[in-house]
């Protein structure tokens, strides 16, 4: 993990971004202020493939909130599954979504969620681009940035999707001055009947 940058002025707003997948879950974080992009972080959180679908799981989690706790961005964006050949693949990948919608959620982050499609066209121009040129114009766009693998690059055209989708404006001011200590959240209702 590489040391936490210091904390962010009033006229930007961090976003993170996440490319979900069970074997390895990539993560990028922009700061956005105004039409600026700055290159904060990115990198993977691996899972361990001789572990059971639910160990897998805690670790994705495990990794994800880390990374949220260390860099505490303001908004979030995950990538939307898309449907595989396979219906195994495509479920599986859809529980490591999940994951990476839960972990911004839980610590009160507005999440958003893009079709692979939308957030090609919204980098490059063209919702049927290849990953190189995804990766050229994230070059252009983050140029100080050194990218951690490909699942990470893709994070960050995540992140980069929602700044230039409106994702960052509105709610800038609400996310900035809530109470980040007591996320206010629904849930569900435990009840339980307990013997003393």
């Avoid at 690059?153 to 994702?167: E, K, M, N, Y």
Wanted: aromatic share 4%.
């Amino acid at each position: 993990m590489t040391e936490r940058k210091p904390h962010i002025t009033s006229k930007r707003q961090r976003v993170i971004g996440f490319d979900p997948g069970l074997r390895k879950t990539g993560w990028g974080i922009i700061d956005v202020e105004g039409s600026r992009l700055i290159h904060v972080a990115n990198g993977i959180v691996h899972s361990d493939a001789n572990y059971s679908l639910a160990e897998r799981l805690v670790q994705l989690f495990d990794g994800l909130q880390q990374v949220v706790i260390d860099w505490e961005p303001q908004a979030a964006a995950v990538e939307e599954t898309f449907v595989n050949k396979n219906p195994m693949s495509t479920l599986k990948l859809g529980q490591a979504r999940g994951i990476a919608l839960l972990v911004p959620s839980l610590a009160g982050i507005a999440v958003a969620e893009y079709s692979p499609n939308h957030i090609k066209k919204t980098v490059v121009g063209s919702g049927h681009a290849g990953k190189a040129q995804v990766a050229a114009m994230l070059k252009i766009l983050l140029p100080q940035a050194v990218i951690n693998g490909e699942d990470a690059g893709d994070a960050l055209a995540v992140a980069i999707c929602h700044a230039h989708s409106g994702g960052t404006h509105g709610s800038l001011h609400k996310t900035m001055t809530q109470d980040r200590t007591t996320p206010h959240r629904a849930g569900a209702q435990i009840l339980f009947r307990g013997h003393r």
